[in-house]
């Protein structure tokens, strides 16, 4: 089975930035995404950024395009999520996520069938 444990949360005043780490292990030959989102108490999970694992290829949400970055490390086995001039809105409880992805829907939480237990991360 697929485990993944985030890790890297913590508070930042805005403008600050965080780096976000995502370990993970047990691939299984049907994952072939990787995928950041996060949570509110007010807003249901949103995609944020999507890594394809055989060829690196990311995509990133309009909301986060140019402040964060996803990447895989060469062992695929530590995911990252960079964040950058961080804002109060980014406040929010933040997941890594792994499934059999359909390449046109790769910010689509409901895509991702094993997920970590989140980091929190607040920004003010």
């Known amino acids: 089975d697929v485990q993944l444990v985030e890790s890297g949360g913590g508070s930042v005043q805005a403008g600050g930035s965080l780096r976000l780490s995502c370990a993970v292990a047990?691939?299984?030959?049907?994952?072939?995404?990787l995928g950041w989102f996060r949570r509110t108490d007010e807003q249901e999970r949103e995609g944020l950024a999507a890594?394809?694992?055989?060829?690196?290829?990311?995509y990133t949400a309009d909301s986060v395009q140019g402040r964060f970055t996803i990447s895989q490390s060469n062992s695929r086995n530590t995911l990252t999520l960079e964040m950058n001039n961080l804002k109060p809105d980014d406040s929010a409880m933040y997941y890594c996520?792994?499934?059999?992805?359909?390449?046109?829907?790769?910010?689509?939480?409901?895509?991702?069938?094993?997920w970590g237990q989140g980091t929190q991360v607040t920004v003010s």
């Open positions: 996520a792994s499934g059999p992805v359909s390449r046109w829907l790769l910010l689509r939480p409901e895509q991702y069938n094993h």
């Open positions: 047990g691939y299984t030959s049907r994952s072939n995404c």
């Open positions: 890594i394809v694992i055989r060829d690196g290829r990311t």
